[in-house]
């Protein structure tokens, strides 16, 4: 590898920050008014409504990215144990992409099969937790985040 060539795990690991990010993002709370007293305050069915919706948004936007990060992962040919058996199992992969698709393309159908397919698969939501969960433990490992990290707020 030539000296300031970056290697491209640092690039997935982009791909794996921007997820996270939106999954962060995705437990938050929506503020229910833009500016003190410039709205008043909704009613609380409403404000649950949007928080639903607000969750599930987000939700379809970490799940279409989680694609890419293992998207890029095979295409980089990395290997983890538990995360390459996660990604053998069944057709999940391939339902998540199709999932990714249908979230970052245009379909006249706001409930395209490629969205529900995926979250409709047995156990889809422990398989993805679980996958995020590895990806997360890879990461850690496999880049010295914490030490970098550690040695910032050190200097």
């Given at each position: 590898m030539e000296e300031n060539q970056i290697p491209p795990i640092i690039s997935l690991h982009r791909y794996w920050v921007t997820a996270d990010g939106i999954r962060e993002r995705m437990l938050l709370d929506v503020p229910t008014?833009?500016?003190a007293g410039s709205i008043q305050q909704m009613?609380?069915?409403?404000v649950d409504a949007g928080q639903w919706w607000s969750r599930a948004l987000a939700l379809s936007v970490f799940y279409g990215l989680l694609h890419v990060v293992i998207d890029g992962y095979r295409e980089l040919e990395l290997s983890d144990e538990?995360?390459?058996?996660?990604?053998?199992?069944?057709?999940?992969?391939?339902?998540?992409?199709?999932?990714?698709?249908?979230?970052?393309?245009?379909?006249?159908?706001?409930?395209?099969?490629?969205?529900?397919e995926f979250l409709e698969a047995d156990a889809s939501d422990a398989w993805i937790k679980a996958v995020y969960k590895s990806l997360k433990q890879f990461f850690e490992r496999e880049l010295p985040i914490r030490e970098e990290l550690g040695g910032l707020s050190a200097s």
């Open positions: 008014h833009a500016r009613p609380a069915d409403l538990k995360l390459d058996k996660l990604l053998g199992q069944g057709d999940y992969v391939d339902r998540l992409r199709r999932f990714r698709n249908a979230v970052f393309h245009f379909h006249k159908d706001p409930f395209d099969a490629k969205l529900t």
